[in-house]
T-cell receptor, first 112, second 111 residues
Framework: EAQVTQNPRYLITVTGKKLTVTCSQN?????MSWYRQDPGLGLRQIYY???????DKGDVPEGYKVSRKEKRNFPLILESPSPNQTSLYFC???????????FGPGTRLLVL | DQQVKQNSPSLSVQEGRISILNCDYT??????FLWYKKYPAEGPTFLIS?????DKNEDGRFTVFLNKSAKHLSLHIVPSQPGDSAVYFC??????????FGKGTMLLVSP
């Protein structure tokens, strides 16, 4: 089954404790991206990757890191999480760009 | 500054009638537009898209209209069904690498 998976689905952590949210896709897509969804703000793009070893900033990259060492995986790293990073995070993938992206189920993060 | 605006937070429609969801954008560099649907506790799912070289695109019950001069697009759902009840996000791109979303419109279709 074609899908984008994210882990964990729910996470509660404390300020400053490094964490990684994993994202994996099995569709051999070249493009992957991370978004956050906040009440009243819609979805905002954090980082995206056009291909392996190619990543770039979206609209809200501050406080986040990404890496793309393999085509299928695109982890989101929070080196020192803060409460304003409490949000619902979505990973997405597509063949070449923002057309027809497939979204993962989301990761709900609470930073205390 | 919000570049993609969905000014109606919610819309209620009766089953069988037309639903019209609106979206405005300010960035003239946007040349590709998409609509996504989102149910609670799920990721968004792609619905329909339109390139700036077109003014209309249809897919079954869903039609997207683009008015470039007014920087406005709309999504028409005909006929509306209760299963269409969801949050609808308008999104825009310039260059196919980044995507800017609106805040969403919650559609409720009542039987």
């Amino acid at each position: 089954e074609a899908q984008v998976t994210q882990n964990p689905r729910y996470l509660i952590t404390v300020t400053g404790k490094k964490l990684t949210v994993t994202c994996s896709q099995n569709m051999n897509h070249e493009y992957m991206s991370w978004y956050r969804q906040d009440p009243g703000l819609g979805l905002r793009q954090i980082y995206y990757s056009m291909n392996v070893e190619v990543t770039d900033k979206g609209d809200v990259p501050e406080g986040y890191k990404v890496s793309r060492k393999e085509k299928r995986n695109f982890p989101l790293i929070l080196e020192s999480p803060s409460p304003n990073q409490t949000s619902l995070y979505f990973c997405a993938s597509s063949w070449t760009g923002v057309e027809t992206q497939y979204f993962g189920p989301g990761t709900r993060l609470l930073v205390l | 500054d919000q570049q993609v605006k969905q000014n109606s937070p919610s819309l209620s429609v009766q089953e069988g009638r037309i639903s019209i969801l609106n979206c405005d954008y300010t960035n003239s560099m946007f040349d590709y537009f998409l609509w996504y649907k989102k149910y609670p506790a799920e990721g968004p799912t792609f619905l329909i898209s339109i390139s700036s070289i077109k003014d209309k695109n249809e897919d079954g019950r869903f039609t997207v209209f683009l008015n470039k001069s007014a920087k406005h697009l709309s999504l028409h759902i005909v006929p509306s069904q209760p299963g269409d009840s969801a949050v609808y996000f308008c999104a825009a791109s310039g260059g196919y690498s980044t995507l800017t979303f609106g805040k969403g419109t919650m559609l409720l279709v009542s039987p």
